[in-house]
């Protein structure tokens, strides 16, 4: 049987799409949206019409017919705790992303876009690994100030289908094994996979700094900036996500443009750049404590993951407590697809949303 999966990715500047029969990718495209044309739209929500039109110009171009599709897989957004996994999208959902959600993020029209284009051709819309894939356990939840418990936001996606990949090459089950995954992109979020569960996270405003991301900070120099009256709640957001991190110290959010920096002899690029590696390398070790230091393996990925300069300095830091694979950059479009083809060949099950139970459909 084969199964045609249109798979859509919004991220903050482009919508990716592709479309697979089965395993197979037909048609891969990355949407861009000048800053310009971004800036006419107070929120993200508002760029559901155009992003949309986006999407099915591109299909028709490739004279994908809409009759032949299977299923559509959006990124699932900033939703209130999920489940990891595929999730039908339904009404709830959708109010709760365009009303309502956790934080204002692109991915969160990815379920908005599948389900108004699955609407009219009678198919299932799903979203897969939530970026709010939540599977922590009780005692990690606790922040150490009671009534703020900890949030799981993470790049549960691409951590996950790594990690999937990861024990399939080894010729072992996902469930089998305890893996450390660093994504490491724009954001840099850190997972401790046991047995098949994401039981905790190092996010990214709790540990390493990231090309735009503050991560921790220490709270009380952060809450005498907050109050000083110099900064609006808007302004102090981006200090810590968008201008924070690497950009915050050199201006740049491309770490290749920090290693040409460092080429050149600049001590205080070449000091940053020790700093995320040295901090990525403390997030390891942070993680490594939560399944005792039984770690099979540690896995580097995402765009960064590219620069062995990087994956080098957090290797001979982390070694010792397992080994290190590297798995550089990331493929989140097939990562939907195959999670959604794995729910068609019912190797899967997609759960239901609902605001206050997760059931299994
Ligand atoms: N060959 C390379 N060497 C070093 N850094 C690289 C290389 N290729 C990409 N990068 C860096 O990877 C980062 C972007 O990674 P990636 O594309 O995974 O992030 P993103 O998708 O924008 O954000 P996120 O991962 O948070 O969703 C940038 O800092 C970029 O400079
Ligand atoms: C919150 C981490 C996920 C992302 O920024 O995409």
């Given at each position: 049987?084969?199964?045609?999966?249109?798979?859509?990715?919004?991220g903050?500047?482009?919508?990716?799409?592709?479309?697979?029969?089965?395993?197979?990718q037909?048609?891969?495209?990355?949407?861009?949206?000048?800053?310009?044309?971004l800036?006419k739209?107070?929120?993200?929500?508002?760029q559901?019409?155009?992003r949309?039109?986006?999407?099915?110009?591109?299909?028709?171009?490739?004279?994908?017919?809409?009759?032949?599709?299977?299923?559509i897989?959006?990124?699932?957004?900033?939703?209130?705790?999920v489940?990891?996994?595929?999730?039908?999208?339904?009404?709830?959902?959708?109010?709760?992303?365009?009303?309502?959600?956790?934080?204002?993020?692109?991915?969160?029209l990815g379920?908005?876009?599948?389900?108004?284009?699955?609407?009219?051709?009678?198919?299932?819309?799903?979203?897969?690994?939530?970026v709010?894939?939540?599977?922590?356990?009780?005692?990690?939840?606790?922040s150490?100030?009671?009534?703020?418990?900890?949030?799981?936001?993470?790049h549960?996606?691409?951590s996950?289908?790594?990690?999937?990949?990861?024990?399939?090459?080894?010729?072992?089950?996902?469930?089998?094994?305890?893996?450390?995954?660093?994504?490491?992109?724009?954001?840099?979020?850190?997972?401790i996979?046991?047995?098949?569960k994401?039981?905790?996270i190092v996010?990214?405003?709790?540990?390493p700094?990231?090309?735009?991301?503050?991560?921790?900070?220490p709270c009380?120099k952060?809450?005498?900036?907050?109050f000083?009256?110099?900064?609006?709640?808007?302004?102090?957001?981006?200090i810590?996500?968008?201008?924070?991190?690497?950009?915050?110290?050199l201006?740049?959010?491309?770490?290749?443009?920090?290693?040409k920096?460092?080429?050149?002899?600049?001590k205080?690029?070449?000091?940053?750049?020790?700093?995320?590696?040295?901090?990525?390398?403390?997030?390891?070790?942070?993680?490594?404590?939560?399944?005792?230091?039984?770690v099979?393996?540690?896995?580097?990925?995402?765009?960064?993951?590219?620069?062995?300069?990087?994956?080098?300095?957090?290797?001979?830091?982390?070694?010792?407590?397992?080994?290190?694979?590297?798995?550089?950059g990331?493929?989140e479009?097939?990562?939907?697809s195959k999670?959604?083809?794995?729910?068609?060949?019912?190797?899967?099950?997609?759960s239901?949303?609902?605001?206050?139970?997760?059931t299994?459909?």
């Open positions: 049987m084969i199964y045609r999966i249109l798979a859509i990715n919004p903050s500047t482009s919508t990716k799409i592709a479309v697979y029969d089965n395993e197979k037909l048609l891969v495209k990355s949407i861009e949206h000048k800053v310009k044309e800036e739209y107070d929120t993200v929500q508002e559901f019409e155009m949309k039109e986006g999407v099915l110009k591109v299909l028709k171009e490739n004279d994908i017919e809409l009759d032949s599709l299977s299923a897989v959006g990124r699932g957004g900033l939703l209130p705790p489940k990891s996994g595929a999730y039908l999208v339904n009404d709830e959902m959708i109010e709760r992303l365009i009303n309502r959600p956790v934080l204002e993020h692109a991915s969160n379920a908005i876009i599948s389900y108004e284009i699955s609407k009219n051709l009678g198919i299932n819309a799903y979203i897969y690994d939530s709010s894939v939540d599977e922590l356990t009780d005692v990690a939840r606790l150490g100030v009671n009534g703020m418990d900890r949030e799981c936001l993470s549960a996606l691409n996950r289908a790594m990690a999937i990949k990861y024990a399939k090459d080894n010729n072992k089950r996902y469930d089998e094994l305890n893996l450390i995954v660093a994504h490491l992109g724009g954001g840099i979020t850190l997972s996979h046991e047995n098949g994401m039981v905790d996010s990214d405003d709790e540990g700094f990231s090309p735009d991301r503050s991560g921790k900070v009380k952060l809450i005498d900036r907050c000083s009256g110099n900064y609006t709640h808007k302004e102090m957001l981006k810590i996500r968008g201008n924070g991190g690497i950009y915050s110290y201006g740049t959010v491309d770490v290749r443009e920090v290693e920096m460092i080429n050149e002899g600049n205080n690029a070449k000091l940053v750049h020790e700093a995320m590696t040295y901090q990525i390398a403390k997030g390891i070790g942070e993680l490594a404590t939560v399944v005792l230091g039984k099979d393996a540690i896995i580097l990925t995402g765009g960064i993951a590219y620069s062995s300069l990087i994956t080098e300095n957090i290797r001979k830091r982390v070694e010792f407590i397992s080994d290190v694979c590297v798995m550089p990331e493929n479009l097939e990562a939907l999670g959604i083809l794995r729910v068609l060949n019912k190797e899967e099950e997609a239901v949303y609902r605001e206050s139970i997760l299994k459909s």
